[in-house]
């Protein structure tokens, strides 16, 4: 898949706002999506965004251009201009490094959420989006 394209962040949140980040994968068995063994959860993600050994990191952050202009605004300031490099994703997974992996249907779905600075209150606006791909095997 080719990425390319720049973001811009129009998330409604506080500047000091807890970023929290979760990815979970799922399998499609017989019409309905099944949760897997497979997820992520990070309670500070802006802590982190920039981490080299995090999952994310070689499939989104590393490619960010801008980083050294923005590396502590993370997503948690309007406006902010995220300038992508163009790069080719590819992903490839074996049965040592993911374990057995069924062929069919998968989705990532992908929360942020926001909590105010003393971790009290979750805001009323979190991002949620799914990522739809297909396994096989070669």
Same mark, same amino acid.
């Given at each position: 898949m080719a990425i390319e394209g720049n973001l811009t962040v129009v998330w409604n949140i506080q500047p000091g706002d807890r970023i929290e980040l979760t990815i979970q994968l799922l399998y499609m068995d017989r019409g309905t999506w099944q949760p897997t063994v497979f997820s992520i959860n990070t309670k500070d993600f802006c802590k982190i965004m920039? +981490?080299?050994?995090?999952?994310?990191?070689?499939?989104?952050?590393?490619?960010?251009?801008?980083? +050294?202009?923005?590396? +502590?605004?993370?997503?948690?300031?309007?406006?902010?201009?995220?300038?992508m490099e163009t790069y080719l994703l590819v992903l490839v997974a074996s049965a040592q490094s993911t374990g057995p992996l069924r062929e069919g249907r998968y989705k990532t779905r992908i929360i942020y959420r926001a909590f105010d600075p003393l971790n009290f209150k979750e805001r009323t606006n979190p991002i949620c989006f799914e990522v739809r791909g297909e396994v096989f095997k070669l």
């Open positions: 920039y +981490d080299k050994r995090q999952f994310w990191y070689k499939f989104w952050t590393k490619h960010i251009t801008n980083v +050294d202009d923005i590396k +502590d605004r993370c997503l948690t300031v309007p406006g902010t201009y995220i300038i």
